[in-house]
């Protein structure tokens, strides 16, 4: 569809086609997307899933996954709108020449708690824009020959960012991670909530990255809906992962006879042997 200014929210938008905007295309003004996924959409010259004008355009709680443009913006974009990206994930998204996920000449890009990551273009592998702001995202694995990030201009770090395999995005900030190791994150897949997400695994860098007193107050859920923070401090990028609590195992009665016998087996020195059960239940002489 191509409009002006539009909200999107709970909605799915997925395998469509068109020559600019693959999904949806907006030659002015902006849009809001919220709980919303936009998977496998193509552009046949770009934006492979929304075409964007000069306007600000705010993305929460959602996901870009497997959407592809010829040229620029394999995501989103194309003329110098400013976007704001909190608690969302931009994963394996590919474009042909700039802008692997978002691509605005002379605009702005702000990442709050987000996700990018297996984006692919030769130049801008995640990012093409003029400046970036950035607190507690992720911008990790770039493909296609681009580095993370392709900036005319400057960089605010907000702190707790994570890259990987180089330094182009200028985030050096209280607690920023350049050209860290792998982050580790898992295939996207169904993690609760309404969208797609990339669970960091066991052991990744960015859980836990964050002090407490360095969560960003203004977001106190990640993507899924899950209170930030877990286990006492902010994990990086869309998820905030939860601590698996294990519950005690439950003996039958069968287990527990066998476990009487052989505590009785070993400890029968010290113990009344009149006390101990048999194996076969009955009790014992
Ligand atoms: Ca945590």
């Not at 046949?44 to 600000?56: E, I, L, N, P, V």
Request: hydrophobic fraction near 30%; proline fraction near 4%.
């Amino acid at each position: 569809m191509t409009v002006g200014s539009y909200t999107i929210s709970n909605s799915t938008f997925s395998g469509n086609t068109a020559d600019v905007g693959g999904a949806t295309a907006t030659f002015s003004g902006s849009y809001t997307i919220s709980n919303s996924t936009f998977r496998g959409n193509t552009a046949g010259f770009s934006a492979g899933a929304t075409r964007t004008a000069s306007g600000s355009y705010t993305i929460t709680n959602s996901t870009f996954s497997g959407n592809t443009a010829f040229k620029s913006a394999g995501a989103t974009g194309t003329s110098g709108g400013s976007y704001t990206v909190t608690n969302s994930t931009l994963s394996s998204n590919t474009a042909g020449l700039d802008g692997g996920a978002i691509f605005t000449v002379g605009g702005q890009v702000t990442l709050t708690y987000a996700t990018l990551a297996d984006n692919s273009a030769p130049i801008g592998a995640h990012i093409a824009a003029d400046s970036l702001v950035a607190y507690g995202s992720a911008i990790v694995n770039p493909q296609g020959g681009g580095a993370n990030c392709n900036l005319s201009g400057s960089t605010i770090s907000n702190g707790f960012n994570y890259t990987t395999d180089d330094t182009s995005c200028g985030l050096t900030g209280t607690g920023d991670t350049e050209n860290g190791p792998d982050a580790q994150l898992r295939p996207l897949a169904n993690n609760g909530g309404q969208t797609q997400t990339r669970l960091p695994a066991a052991g990744s860098p960015l859980i836990d990255a964050i002090n407490q007193a360095d969560c960003d107050p203004a977001v106190t859920v990640d993507q899924r809906g899950v209170s930030r923070p877990q286990d006492g401090a902010c994990d990086i990028g869309a998820v905030e992962v939860q601590r698996v609590t294990r519950q005690a195992p439950v003996l039958s009665i069968w287990g527990v006879l066998f476990l009487l016998t052989t505590l009785c087996g070993v400890g029968s020195v010290s113990m009344r042997r009149k006390r101990c059960p048999r194996a076969d239940g009955r009790a014992g002489g």
